[in-house]
């Protein structure tokens, strides 16, 4: 059983358009969700994170828009820029166990 | 410098030898995983460990084990490697302790099992 899933699983959009990744779970106890992206050749590495006190965090072009009555969250990329190219991956863990569970990921494109 | 480091970082095995993959942190990190990469499938949880000798199993633990005897050190073994064990393995530490805060990831070890 998938526990978060993700999509779509490629995306490509132009420079400067707000890219959009989706991620929905089913434990409602899952109570930290993360992003992580990871560039061709290296290992993943968070880029941003939220907990359900809050529906919205910011760092920069990247946002996070938590949704917890439909279990879903997104990952907004604004002004995409041909280096924002990767690989991103959505993730969830329960604050008891520390074992945090991935989505398969969305490879996006930026083309300049 | 905060640093997971994996060995090695390319390995070729036959089906049927065993295979030791080694990580280390140099964080004092309590948290430790493995973790498998395949294309399409994401990053998949073998085991995690707590601390020292406090290790349980992930979403796909079987043909895997693994050994944790000091903190900074966190060791996966496959006894009797199968093909489709075939992927990029994953070692990575968090300060979180029972939180998965920032997880600090090593460069992978690409195995392949022949």
């Known amino acids: 059983q998938q526990q978060v899933r993700q999509s779509p699983q490629s995306l490509t959009v132009w420079e400067g358009e707000t890219a959009i990744l989706n991620c929905s779970y089913e434990?409602?106890?899952?109570?930290?969700f993360p992003w992580y992206h990871q560039f061709p050749g290296e290992s993943p590495a968070l880029l941003i994170a939220i907990r359900p006190v809050s529906n919205k965090k910011e760092d920069g072009r990247f946002t996070i828009f938590f949704n917890k009555r439909e279990k879903k969250f997104s990952l907004h990329i604004a002004d995409s820029q041909p280096g924002d190219s990767a690989t991103y991956f959505c993730a969830a863990s329960r604050g008891s166990n520390a074992k945090l569970t991935f989505g398969k990921g969305t490879k996006l494109s930026v083309k300049s | 410098d905060m640093k997971v480091t994996q060995m090695p970082r390319y390995l070729i095995k036959r089906m049927g030898e065993n295979v030791l993959l080694e990580c280390g942190q140099d964080?004092?990190?309590?948290?430790m995983y493995w973790y498998r990469q395949d294309p399409g499938l994401g990053l998949q949880l073998i085991y995690i460990?707590?601390?020292?000798?406090?290790?349980s199993e992930g979403d796909i633990p079987k043909g895997y084990r693994v050994s944790r005897k000091k903190r900074e050190h966190f060791s996966l073994i496959l006894d009797s490697a199968k093909t489709n064990q075939t992927s990029v393995y994953f070692c990575?530490?968090?300060?979180?302790?029972?939180?998965?805060?920032?997880?600090?990831f090593g460069s992978g070890t690409r195995l392949t099992v022949l």
């Open positions: 434990d409602s106890t899952f109570d930290y």
């Open positions: 990575a530490s968090s300060s979180g302790g029972l939180s998965a805060e920032t997880l600090y």
């Open positions: 964080m004092s990190h309590e948290t």
């Open positions: 460990s707590y601390d020292v000798d406090s290790n």
